[in-house]
């Protein structure tokens, strides 16, 4: 018997093994004797694994599975593994990586949602139960070394703070090195940024060549080569999650030339051919169908034929996008043959989280914030044709069309958010392991499910379900090992069953048949939500029928009932009830019920405080407010910024500038308003301060903002209107520098150090709050689109 063989691997972590024998008074004793100290490691068979997960990627994106944007290096371990044309995720973000990193369903681990709507129901918390283990802890408590690069967007908001806690944080998780982000979305030129627990600034400039997915690229290279270096014998998990391609798509503007002239078809073009390559590919049946439009999506030659090419141009930068972020994963892969391990690395490549994005508005954006602000009405088609060269660049924080979006679903119904349908759950998923699977180039079409990662993972491991890990029961994995696909493309499917729910969206798979519901859709926010028995169920034979084209309701209205009741069961036994589609409610942390950071009308802030994200930060729109700085000016007097919050695309900063006090409200990059004052502050510990009138009578508008130095007026002027709903769903507030992209253009980021000391900044919000005025549509409708 080995002696791994006799390690119980079902109680983490696993127990010392206390000395038994004759303990000696000397250890000279030729009698002293202790077994050596062994490090604990996985069983002999184990390999390394790789888990792979693009953002915001349909089914029909990657040419790898017949899409129109170029990935060889998809296509690459597609040639050499295998293909499952028929996984599946939760249609959402959070959802889909709590599911995959805890191997449990997204309502069990407490994502019902994205984070920034938690409510107190179990399933629907953002808390992460602590009776089910998250993957990585499981595989750094039997000996592997865990790492994470990219996005981590599975944080509450209330611990997403540089406070804490951590333990939802990729840290307190398993994972003993984090690179990346925390959030749902962040800028790749400007990235805000974690190593660990720390805040750290991008090593280079966009103008030097800095893009994100390069930097997590290149992080991931190092540990990788640092811990096949120092620790040869240990595998290791490594999961790589870069932000691409969810928006903003930013891409090098070489990237997004080799696709000019490639989209001028328009989106009902491209979904036709993409789906002639994928019966091409075998991916789909010969007789798969094409789903309808909806309505609410427009046709291509209904398309004004002057935003034509604004349109098109939106999806040649998402196509670069997606061809660059493959270019980068190529590089990681070359890594791996380099140094002679991929032989026996296990990659799991998953070609979205969700349906690709219909969050982009029908017309798509050149600045996100304009339209989650309630400016749209300024994206005019001149506006975006004045602007197309700046697709994708560090001036843009652009997302594509609607159109595109379900073109790139092709061809299935619907997008990300949608759960009750194909276009918004159905993936691509590729299995990579020479060394396990014998298999080549073939197509795997069990229907599974994101949940089955963790126990495959798991079982190619040797390594048993934990029964107990930190001295509390865990719940038992929901998931099903897929390595009985392996070498038997027609094994009978073991996953027979499986509920998916995302925003009232609902759906159940059973032996082929599925029955879904579509409460509402991404983009539309306005009316009133239908009440959940009036919604209208469907019903498909997908034996027959592989998209989801023929709904058959009428035609079997008992297995429609059958299935209805079948949802419900599983609802309630995976935490899913009570619906919730509540708007205004979700957004009031009283009623939803979970914790605030910031409380009351004023908040201090100290030196050095950065990265604070707006859930951290006191609520200074539509009302009146003032910011007081103490500062202390070196002789020779000082520059640089006091406060920033947001950055170029919305925000506001209070700096110095040649000495003397001036705040800019940059109104979603359209415009920017400045108040200068008319001294410099002198030498010494000074108070400077900012007071803002608002105007009232509504959301955004203006006031009068008057500038003081220790209590003296130097300076006012009018901000004809503001920023009513969002600064940004990844730029901070910093104290002492502006990070990420600069508010004003007074400064760079690297120019807007204060040249002397901040000591404290206090932010006073007013009483005449117009926030109630906010409806419920529109704080949906942000919270939604930066997921």
């Known amino acids: 018997m080995t002696q791994d063989s006799q390690i119980s691997r079902t109680v983490l972590p696993i127990p010392d093994r206390g000395h038994v024998g004759l303990t000696t008074y000397d250890a000279k004793d030729p009698d002293t004797s202790f077994p050596p100290i062994e490090a604990v490691r996985p069983p002999e068979e184990a390999p390394n694994v790789l888990l792979l997960m693009i953002d915001d990627c349909g089914f029909g994106a990657a040419s790898a ?183 903003p798509h930013h891409v090098p503007k070489e990237w997004i030339d080799k696709y000019k002239g490639r989209f001028d078809k328009g989106w009902d073009a491209v979904r036709e051919e993409t789906l002639a390559r994928e019966k091409e590919l075998g991916l789909v049946p010969a007789d798969a169908e094409l789903t309808a439009r909806h309505e609410e999506i427009l046709a291509w030659d209904d398309v004004a034929d002057d935003l034509k090419p604004v349109l098109a141009r939106q999806m040649e930068v998402y196509a670069a996008f997606l061809e660059h972020t493959d270019h980068h994963i190529g590089r990681l892969l070359d890594s791996l043959e380099s140094l002679g391990i991929m032989e026996n690395t296990a990659i799991f490549c998953i070609v979205g989280d969700n349906g690709a994005s219909a969050e982009g508005t029908p017309n798509g954006t050149f600045n996100e914030l304009i339209s989650l602000n309630g400016a749209a009405a300024f994206e005019t088609t001149d506006f975006m044709t004045s602007h197309i060269d700046d697709f994708g660049s560090p001036s843009a924080y652009n997302h594509y069309a609607v159109g595109w979006a379900h073109a790139m679903n092709t061809p299935y119904q619907w997008t990300k958010q949608v759960a009750s349908h194909f276009g918004g759950t159905r993936n691509p998923l590729i299995v990579h392991w020479p060394k396990g699977i014998k298999a080549k180039g073939e197509v795997r079409s069990q229907f599974s499910h994101v949940i089955d990662i963790a126990p495959t993972i798991l079982d190619i491991s040797g390594l048993p379900e934990p029964a107990f890990v930190n001295g509390i029961q865990q719940k038992r994995l929901h998931g099903k090992s897929l390595s009985y696909t392996f070498a038997d493309m027609k094994a009978a499917e073991r996953r027979e069953t499986q509920y998916f729910e995302v925003a009232c969206n609902r759906g159940i798979y059973h032996k082929g048949w599925t029955a879904v519901t579509r409460h509402s859709v991404p983009w539309e926010f306005g009316g009133t939500l239908p009440a959940l028995d009036d919604d209208v169920w469907e019903l498909y034979d997908t034996n027959t029928d592989w998209s989801q084209a023929h709904d058959v309701a009428k035609d079997h209205p008992e297995k429609l009932a059958e299935l209805q009741r079948l949802f419900l069961i599983e609802a309630v036994k995976y935490n899913v009830l009570p619906l919730d589609d509540r708007r205004i409610e979700r957004f009031n942390s009283d009623i939803a019920g979970r914790p605030v950071l910031v409380q009351g009308n004023a908040q201090v802030l100290y030196r050095g405080m950065k990265r604070l994200s707006e859930n951290s930060v006191l609520n200074l729109k539509n009302k009146s407010h003032a910011v007081t700085a103490e500062i202390v000016v070196p002789k020779g007097g000082a520059n640089g910024v006091v406060i920033a919050q947001g950055g170029a695309f919305a925000g506001w900063s209070f700096y110095l500038h040649e000495g003397k006090p001036k705040y800019c409200h940059n109104l979603a990059g359209l415009m920017r308003f400045y108040i200068e004052g008319a001294e410099a502050v002198p030498e010494g510990k000074h108070q400077v301060r900012m007071e803002f009138a608002y105007d009232g009578g509504g959301l955004a508008k203006g006031g009068t903002a008057t500038l003081f130095i220790d209590g003296k007026s130097v300076g006012d002027g009018r901000i004809n209107a503001t920023v009513p709903m969002i600064y940004s769903a990844d730029e901070t507030c910093d104290i002492g520098s502006d990070t990420g992209t600069p508010v004003s253009e007074d400064y760079t980021s690297a120019e807007s150090e204060f040249t002397g000391t901040v000591n404290w900044v206090e932010l006073q919000a007013g009483d005449d709050n117009h926030d109630h005025l906010i409806s419920p549509e529109e704080l949906m409708r942000v919270a939604t689109t930066i997921q």
């Open 65 to 247: 599975f017949g899409g129109p944007c170029s990935t060889p290096n998809i296509e690459r371990l597609a040639q050499h593994g295998l293909t499952y044309n028929r996984f599946h995720t939760t249609a959402l973000c959070s959802p889909t990586r709590a599911a995959l990193l805890s191997g449990r369903n997204h309502h069990t681990v407490g994502m019902g949602g994205i984070t920034e709507i938690a409510t107190s129901a179990p399933g629907y918390s953002s808390v992460r139960p602590k009776d089910c283990a998250p993957l990585a802890e499981t595989l750094k408590l039997n000996g592997f070394s865990t790492a994470q690069f990219g996005k981590c967007h599975e944080v509450p908001v209330w611990q997403s703070s540089p406070m804490g806690p951590f333990e939802h944080w990729p840290i307190g998780s398993g994972f003993e090195k984090f690179y990346g982000f925390v959030g749902g979305e962040t800028n790749q030129w400007y990235p805000a940024l974690y190593d660990g627990l720390t805040a750290v600034e991008p090593k280079k400039t966009p103008e030097e060549g800095y893009h994100l997915t390069e930097d997590l690229t290149d992080e991931a290279i190092s540990w990788v080569q640092q811990q096949k270096s120092l620790m040869p014998d240990k595998p290791f998990f490594l999961y790589f999650a870069p932000g691409a391609t969810h928006a």
